[in-house]
């Protein structure tokens, strides 16, 4: 049986580590900051890589996916990534041993599962018995944010369970877990296009070695990745036209202006993502952090009507204490999101890969 092995690290002091909590560990009083490796060695040896615009790459890595591991998990949230991924293996007759959902609502009945567990999910799942559902409980709580240094596990600063996998009776490390969570990021410069990511696109779970994330950012098939950079441009291109030199896009770019909706509904088609018949999820998320949007402030509401603030101030005090113990990392928001750190830029067409940290003398603004 194969096992999957990412690379995925953070290294401080010359030293390897999963989780960013445990790298930061060894640079506390120090001005010193981590440095993440995403797939650095695949991505920077893809020079000569030809990608083939009639080969339908997402089912090629699908193929190796079954053919070469055993105990197969998809994590399924029922947004477009996930719910791509689960399509393409309806379509090709290839069979998950397990579907996992994780669940916002500790009650099976609560509207915060509404998005991840409702009618055309259970539609679509419906010939299918291997689908798993986890309902959060008082007691996983209390394991995943009680725990002492409970970052050093789970490194993500969220009250959610669909980040917090190894708190779970889920967790199993020979399996292989598939998520789809990359979505692409470019940045145009002096008429080159680059693509690059961000180590909090993979801070839920990118620490379990074994989590595979299927939209090219792995050692199996890269060529993912660039063609749907390449796609991005395109669409780009034709909503917008030529960028300003330094110009960074993204999925949510547009949040906020009038077009936002349209835009981020047409970067998900361009890229072939399918999604369920009636989900507004594409289009509700916002730039709010987790903690305070409308699911997160639901998903504190239910501890503190089971009559357990304690599990809060806990968990708020601990992301007080990181933010104050690490003053070299820089926050997006306070206390919650540092602001992402980039392993390399790979331009889409020459294949040339540069390191993460020329990129702030390349982009000009966001």
């Known amino acids: 049986m194969n096992k999957y092995q990412a690379e995925r690290f953070f290294v401080a002091n010359g030293e390897k580590y999963r989780n960013m909590w445990q790298a930061y560990e060894q640079l506390e009083g120090t001005p010193h900051n981590v440095q993440p490796i995403v797939e650095n060695s695949t991505f920077e040896n893809l020079k000569g890589l030809k990608i083939n615009d009639n080969i339908d790459y997402e089912t090629e890595l699908l193929q190796k996916i079954f053919k070469e591991y055993d105990n197969t998990c998809l994590l399924y949230s029922a947004g477009v990534d996930s719910h791509t991924i689960a399509v393409l293996a309806k379509k090709n007759n290839l069979q998950f041993d397990k579907i996992l959902t994780l669940c916002n609502g500790m009650d099976k009945k609560s509207p915060l599962n509404d998005f991840q567990v409702n009618n055309d999910s259970k539609r679509f799942f419906s010939a299918n018995d291997r689908v798993e559902i986890f309902y959060p409980s008082i007691e996983f709580y209390e394991k995943a944010i009680m725990t002492p240094k409970?970052?050093?596990?789970?490194?993500?600063?969220?009250?959610?369970?669909?980040?917090?996998?190894?708190?779970?009776?889920?967790?199993?490390?020979?399996?292989l877990y598939v998520s789809g969570k990359e979505k692409p990021n470019l940045l145009y410069k002096d008429k080159r296009w680059y693509l690059f990511f961000t180590h909090t696109t993979f801070i839920d779970n990118g620490h379990l070695p074994n989590n595979l994330y299927f939209f090219g950012i792995n050692n199996i098939m890269p060529e993912i990745a660039i063609?749907?950079?390449?796609?991005?441009?395109?669409?780009?291109?034709?909503?917008?036209?030529?960028?300003?030199?330094?110009?960074?896009?993204?999925?949510?770019?547009?949040?906020?202006?009038?077009?936002?909706?349209?835009?981020?509904?047409?970067?998900?088609?361009?890229?072939?993502?399918?999604?369920?018949?009636?989900?507004?999820?594409?289009?509700?998320?916002?730039?709010?952090?987790?903690?305070?949007?409308?699911?997160?402030?639901?998903?504190?509401?239910?501890?503190?009507?089971?009559?357990?603030q304690?599990?809060?101030?806990?968990?708020?005090?601990?992301?007080?204490?990181?933010?104050?113990?690490?003053p070299q990392i820089e926050w997006d928001w306070p206390m919650f999101v540092p602001k992402g750190r980039i392993p390399w830029i790979l331009d889409i067409d020459s294949l040339e890969c540069l390191p993460g940290d020329v990129f702030s003398d390349l982009a000009v603004r966001n």
Not at 154 to 173: A, C, G
Not at 235 to 241: I, K, P, Q, R, S
Not at 248 to 274: E, Q, T, W
């Open 227 to 308: 063609s749907q950079a390449r796609k991005l441009r395109e669409y780009y291109l034709h909503y917008t036209g030529t960028p300003e030199s330094g110009t960074v896009i993204h999925h949510k770019m547009k949040l906020g202006s009038p077009d936002s909706n349209k835009f981020i509904l047409g970067y998900n088609d361009a890229l072939g993502r399918h999604r369920l018949p009636d989900t507004t999820h594409e289009t509700s998320q916002t730039r709010t952090n987790n903690i305070f949007d409308h699911r997160g402030v639901r998903r504190m509401q239910q501890l503190i009507d089971a009559g357990r």
């Open 310 to 326: 304690d599990i809060i101030d806990k968990f708020v005090l601990d992301c007080k204490h990181l933010y104050d113990t690490y």
């Open 150 to 175: 409970w970052w050093l596990h789970t490194p993500k600063l969220l009250l959610s369970s669909h980040n917090k996998l190894l708190f779970t009776d889920h967790y199993d490390p020979d399996t």
